[in-house]
């Protein structure tokens, strides 16, 4: 199973137990042509992404705006930030900002380990590489500022745990904005 498919059974288990309101947001595309073979099964044959997609899920839970990312790695030791574009990361940036909470799932695929990284660590380590620091996040460095998802039956990934975690630091006054 994907990532992002553990992420949308999770979000599904949330939302049928009225606990959080998450989805993952449509890829914005204009679509140039498409084949009608019969009315019930269009066929995009030509396609364009109208604009760069910023996060893939938001919503919202216990009145806080949720927004994240999910990203796969087949490496062991790190991950790559190449995996993540500039006009995430300010995205990502903006949210935390207006007080949104904000962070990336990690899934390390060889592995099979999944972390909840805060934007604000992503952030910095993105800041880092342009003034000459390392092109990844190692993964010990994830897992001593992140916080490890284990799987579990219902929902697959308990990642609101880890919110809830964030939400008692952001009223502490702990949660800091980059």
Known sequence: MSLEDEINHSNQYYLSRHIAVIHKKPTPIQL??????????????????????????????KGYYIDFDAKETRNKRSFPLKNFHEHQIRHMQECVRQGG?????????????VYLLPASTLIR????????GRKSIL?????????SIDYQLNPRLP???AVDQIIAAKNKGAYHVE
């Not at 099964?41 to 996060?55: G, L």
Request: with cysteine; charged share 20%; glycine share 4%.
């Open 139 to 147: 993964l010990t460095d994830i897992q001593q500022a992140g916080f």
């Open 101 to 113: 909470i904000c962070f990336a799932f990690i899934k390390f695929t060889e592995l099979d380990l």
């Open 32 to 61: 140039v042509k498409v084949d009608y073979p019969k009315r019930s099964a269009a066929v995009i044959k030509e396609a364009y992404f109208r604009r760069p997609s910023t996060t893939d899920y938001n919503g919202i839970y």
């Open 159 to 161: 990642y609101l745990q």
């Open 125 to 132: 380590y993105w800041d880092a590489q342009a003034s000459g």
